[in-house]
């Protein structure tokens, strides 16, 4: 991830390095200093230095790239503070910024599935759709007639290409308590 600064209105950009940023010499498509890897579970606080730019109107932006081969799950931030022209309070930015290409998400993005019962019937191969409470639970029966079932399981959170859990339990119907369920 790289931080650039613009005094020509976005034409030419210049990388600008701050305190945890990096220069990898064996990277030979880097721009210059930037962020990569996990702060693993804590924010990292940072500091850049703006003053080159003072009494200058100048475009930051914050600028994530990856290889052809790696697209990696993007980067956060919180708290951008420029307290020289009034940015200093936690949210501030919000409305000074223009996600172009880019989505103010809140955590954790809720999950939303898709779920599809296929069964191996005398008749066919048969596909239905099984309904999802809001709460994320759901349940079906299976067909007896069918050879083999199989569950398909989407999911299907807007902004985000994270894994998801879920957990799937088999029981006996309730008219059906002394039989085993295969």
């Known amino acids: 991830m790289y931080l650039s600064a613009s005094r020509d209105g976005g034409k030419t950009w210049q990388v600008l390095p701050g305190q945890h940023a990096v220069s990898d010499e064996a990277t030979t498509n880097q721009y210059g200093e930037g962020w990569t890897g996990s702060s693993g579970t804590d924010w990292i606080d940072e500091e850049v230095d703006l003053t080159p ?5 100048i475009l930051l932006r914050f600028e994530y790239v ?12 919180r708290d951008v503070r420029i307290p020289q022209i009034g940015l200093d309070e936690p949210g501030a930015v919000e409305g000074a910024w223009t996600p172009d290409g880019w989505l103010r998400v809140d955590a954790p993005i809720p999950e939303h599935w898709n779920l ?33 079932s199989m569950l398909v399981v989407a999911p299907t959170a807007p902004r985000t290409l994270l894994p ?9 119907a309730a008219d059906k308590q002394d039989s085993p369920v295969e």
């Open 66 to 77: 990856t290889d052809q081969s790696y697209n990696g799950q993007g980067f956060a931030l």
């Open 164 to 172: 998801a859990s879920y957990s799937v339990t088999l029981s006996p």
């Open 53 to 57: 730019f003072a009494g200058s109107e």
């Open 116 to 148: 599809r019962v296929v069964r191996w019937t005398p008749q066919g191969v048969r596909v239905d759709p099984v309904a999802v409470d809001v709460d994320g639970t759901a349940s079906f029966k299976l067909d007896e007639s069918a050879s083999r």
